[in-house]
């Protein structure tokens, strides 16, 4: 079950994907927090959450590649 998911975690988080889908998720993040902070602060934890998680995705990607 375990190796299942694995391979399709590899399938779907190949190298290219993951990068380049963590990169513009983090730029979207990064503008939603500035938007969020000049509308007011009641929008900015969900973006700064959003930018958290794309960091994660970053570094899992990086700790898979290499």
């Given at each position: 079950?375990?190796?299942?998911?694995?391979?399709?975690r590899?399938k779907l988080?190949?190298s290219?994907n993951?990068?380049?889908?963590?990169?513009?998720?983090?730029?979207?993040?990064?503008?939603?927090?500035?938007?969020?902070f000049?509308?007011?602060?009641?929008?900015?934890?969900?973006?700064?959450?959003?930018?958290?998680?794309?960091i994660?995705?970053?570094?899992?990607?990086f700790?898979n590649n290499?």
């Open positions: 079950m375990i190796k299942k998911l694995e391979e399709i590899k988080f190949s290219y993951l990068t380049a889908f963590g990169f513009v998720s983090a730029i979207i993040a990064i503008l939603s927090a500035i938007y969020a000049m509308k007011g602060m009641g929008v900015l934890i969900p973006s700064l959450l959003a930018f958290g998680i794309c994660l995705a970053l570094g899992f990607n700790y290499y």
